[in-house]
């Protein structure tokens, strides 16, 4: 069943005004109601945060790349859910590689990890290198493995170096681009969507 778009006068009462863009495909209604923002607005909107979501499994739509390039001089502050799908092939590796094409330079805080049957259970902190398992609740955080810290140390030093280049509120200002995975039936990634929202407020 699909969510409504919500009227500012619907949405819980909130400092920021959050505007999503994104094909519909990417569960864009869903994902500003879920968290108190508005779908499908003109980029030319004043905003406090553009939120794109983009389905791995369908790409990045002209609009979508429209309204990011219409944000380029206005320095508003921009973050990327990646939706990932139990039942699709592509991942969020893909989405991040398309992401870095189409929109601007990404940064991925964590990279995405998978349980034995190869749907997404947890997430890796690149900064702290911890693991967040979702499937506990609450989730469980905890350090990570030797050979997980071996995965991702390349991931972890062009993750810092961009980190060091914009500064740690470069995300406020508008020059760094987080790509944030998001199941769309599940708790995994959330915490960490909310977590940026509200360093804005």
Known sequence: MSIP??????LPESSLRIHFFGHESAYIAQIAHRFGGLADQSPESECD????????AS?????????WEAMNDSMVPRLIIIVLEEDSEADFDDAVMLCNRVFDQT???????????GLPCA???????EIIDYSTTPP????????????????RDEYLEILETHG???FEAGVLFPAIPLTMNGPLGADIVESYIARLN
């Not at 945060?49 to 791995?56: K, T």
């Not at 790409?59 to 309204?67: L, M, N």
């Not at 940064?107 to 049957?117: G, K």
């Not at 493995?145 to 991931?155: D, G, N, P, R």
């Open 123 to 129: 997430l890796i902190s690149l900064q702290t290198q």
């Open 168 to 170: 740690e509120d470069g």
């Open 107 to 117: 940064v991925t805080p964590f990279l995405v990890l998978h349980d034995d049957s």
């Open 59 to 67: 790409g990045i739509d002209a609009p979508t790349i429209s309204a």
């Open 140 to 155: 469980t955080i905890s350090d990570s493995e030797s050979e997980h810290k071996t995965l991702v140390s390349e991931f």
């Open 49 to 56: 945060l553009a939120v794109f979501a983009v389905n791995p």
């Open 5 to 10: 778009s919500l009227s500012a006068n619907e």
